[in-house]
């Protein structure tokens, strides 16, 4: 194995000065033409960092990584944001030269050779405590993508729903929505809905429904809302795919948006700004926590044994299913 001092003697610098210049210290001053004498020397003797050491370590102990999903297949595709969470991981695998394999969500559980085969699992979505007890008991390490397990010693990534919905309704109401109805699931978004609008005294219970979070289930959903006769001026929906369902609901009734109804939503799949008119959304980055997701398995194979939560910040895309905000 190479040595710094050994790269200090090819090119007559101290030891020190080697490792400031491979570390890419700013600070040191040194002339342009003996700095890329250091970096040629130390490629040419194949000098390798212990950081890139201890990462080649890793890679070599992590070579297959189970996928488990909590959707079955079929629904899978029909929500893009998971479909690009998957993607994300994948292609870092890819890049890394890891194997994957795919796990989906049936009646029965997986078999558990398929986790413990695996040097590391990744567990896509939700699953209840006695599922997550049961995958963490056959795999050898285990990490969450987008959702955060109670237990303090899971490793986890995800994005800050709370807060994402927080931040969206703060601008909804500088639009000068007040009535605004919410049609989804009951994760944090939906928690964080009602806090925030009933903090605001805006909350009225029969502008929020849950159901399926499918195209369809928005279209439901928006119906029934519609059918209620209950006045609201926005709605906010769990996902895109929900917002494309309300869309046709709010048409269907032979109202606008945004003049009569606005629509927000989250994820911002591709077809979210092809949408007539195109969807307001938040977007949570789904690649990244694929990505997010790989490098802690990494680290656990490495020896790293303090859980790491890691939350991935989201982004409002404004878009013209909402009014512009209210001039003062």
Not at 32 to 47: D, S, V
Not at 140 to 162: E, M, N
Not at 189 to 205: C, P, S
Request: with cysteine.
């Amino acid at each position: 194995m190479v040595t710094l001092k050994e790269i200090a003697a090819a090119v007559g610098v101290s030891s020190a000065t080697v490792s400031r210049v491979l570390n890419y210290d700013t600070t040191l001053s040194i002339s342009t033409r003996k700095r890329q004498a250091i970096i040629e020397t130390a490629e040419a003797l194949n000098y390798s960092t212990p950081r890139s050491r201890n990462r080649a370590n890793q890679q070599q102990g992590l070579t297959k990584v189970a996928l488990v999903h909590f959707l079955a297949p079929e629904r899978e595709l029909v929500d893009p944001y998971y479909v690009a969470m998957r993607l994300g991981i994948e292609r870092r695998c890819a890049a890394l030269k890891i194997e994957t394999v795919k796990v989906y969500h049936t009646d029965a559980r997986p078999a558990a050779n398929l986790l413990q085969d695996a040097s590391g699992t990744i567990v896509i979505g939700r699953h209840d405590e006695e599922e997550t007890e049961w995958l963490r008991h056959h795999s050898r390490q285990i990490v969450f993508a987008d959702h955060v397990p109670p237990d303090d010693d899971i490793d986890s990534v995800s994005a800050d729903l709370w807060s994402a919905m927080e931040k969206l309704l703060a601008a909804l109401s500088q639009r000068g929505y007040r009535r605004i109805a919410y049609i989804g699931w009951g994760d944090r978004r939906a928690q964080a809905f009602v806090h925030w609008m009933t903090a605001a005294g805006w909350f009225d219970d029969r502008l929020f429904r849950s159901g399926d979070n499918t195209e369809e289930g928005g279209y439901r959903l928006t119906r029934e809302l519609l059918a209620d006769r209950r006045p609201f001026d926005a709605i906010v929906t769990f996902n895109d795919s929900m917002a494309i369902g309300a869309y046709r609901a709010i048409h269907e009734r032979g109202l606008a948006i945004p003049a009569d109804i606005g629509v927000a939503s989250f994820n911002d799949i591709s077809v979210a700004q092809f949408l007539n008119p195109p969807l307001t959304t938040v977007h949570l980055p789904a690649e990244e926590i694929g990505e997010a997701a790989i490098e802690l398995l990494l680290e656990r194979v490495g020896g790293r044994d303090l859980a790491k939560q890691i939350t991935l910040a989201s982004k409002l895309v404004w878009r013209a299913s909402t009014r512009q905000p209210v001039e003062k």
